[in-house]
């Protein structure tokens, strides 16, 4: 017994006429009357009493009928689950992200994604680069917000550019530099600076060395794992620090963010995915993003905490 076979057997209990059973299933009445003769050998019933009127169920084909009806229906509820996971309409997402990126542009993404499927699910995990790194590496998440620094290392790996991360001295207002709009990272030789944590933000802390080497000094620093207790010393004049422009949507007004003349690489923001990651809800979030990078506004969303 197979589901075409139900099928057959619903179609003619519903008519119970073999030839118009046969005429709505596109086949021949022969072919419908075998598929029935040989279901009843298997089951070892009579399905339908059949005379010159036409064909009434037996009590076992009424029995039948109620249990075809809840197989078959389940069946096409399988495959269409199936195929909804394998066009990636359904199924899960595991999303990896870095600071920057959850209030710059990844709740408008979310939404919109979810909006068009609602059917995947979507779990989120905060991290710092290199633990996100990792983490994709290692097939513990499906795509990751991070940066360039540090990617290179993962074999396999594709990825969207989002923006290139632009960094800024930040002072407090009280600061002597805080009316300049530029300055040389040789002017900040002899300032405290009040950093992340390498822990929490090794890209970071490894970028503001090497911005500093381009000037010919290391930084005297003191660090910290929370971003909001390096913005509280800064606002309170106990140092300067170096962090991504995006920072001011969540900074204090006190606070001055100032352009940096350095000559540094620059550090991209990417959407990375490793490329052989069969997840079919992969191609179908690329596509969200890649939406949202061509929008009208996304350029002034990007663009907050640059001078004017």
């Known amino acids: ?37 040989d279901l009843e050998g298997y089951l070892g019933v009579t399905l339908f009493i059949r005379d010159k009127r036409g064909l009434k169920l037996t009590r076992a084909g009424m029995e039948l009928l109620s249990a075809a009806k809840e197989i078959v229906a389940k069946s096409d509820e399988a495959i269409e689950r199936v195929k909804l996971a394998g066009a990636g309409l359904k199924g899960d997402l595991k999303i990896g992200y870095v600071g920057t990126s959850d209030k710059i542009f990844l709740p408008k993404l979310l939404r919109t994604f979810r909006k068009k499927h609602p ?23 499906d795509v990751v917000f991070t940066f360039t620094v540090g990617i290179e290392n993962i074999t396999d790996l594709s990825w969207e550019k989002i923006y290139t991360e632009s ?59 929370h971003f909001d207790t390096v913005l509280l010393q800064v606002e309170a004049n106990l140092g300067i620090t170096v962090l991504s422009r995006h920072g001011k949507a969540f900074a204090s007004p006190s ?13 991209d923001l990417v959407m990375a995915w490793k490329t052989n990651n069969t997840n079919p809800c992969i191609p179908l979030f690329l596509i969200e993003l890649q939406e949202l990078l061509k929008a009208s506004n996304f350029e002034e969303v990007l663009s907050f905490g640059k001078n004017v």
């Open 1 to 37: 017994m197979d589901i075409k076979q139900l099928r057959y057997f619903i179609a003619t209990a519903k008519y119970l006429n073999m030839t118009v059973a046969a005429k709505n299933l596109y086949i021949a009445q022969p072919a419908l009357s075998r598929q029935i003769i």
């Open 119 to 141: 059917d995947v699910g979507l779990s989120l995990e905060y991290a710092n680069s290199e633990a996100l790194n990792d983490a994709l590496n290692s097939g513990e998440l």
């Open 167 to 225: 960094f800024a001295l930040i002072v407090s207002e009280d600061h002597p530099l805080a009316k300049e709009k530029k300055v040389q990272i040789t002017d900040l030789s002899n300032e405290l600076f009040i950093l992340l944590s390498r822990t929490e933000a090794p890209q970071l802390f490894d970028y503001i060395l090497k911005l500093c080497a381009s000037g010919g000094f290391y930084p005297k620093n003191v660090s910290h794992p």
């Open 255 to 267: 606070l001055r963010f100032i352009d940096i003349e350095h000559t540094v690489e620059n550090i």
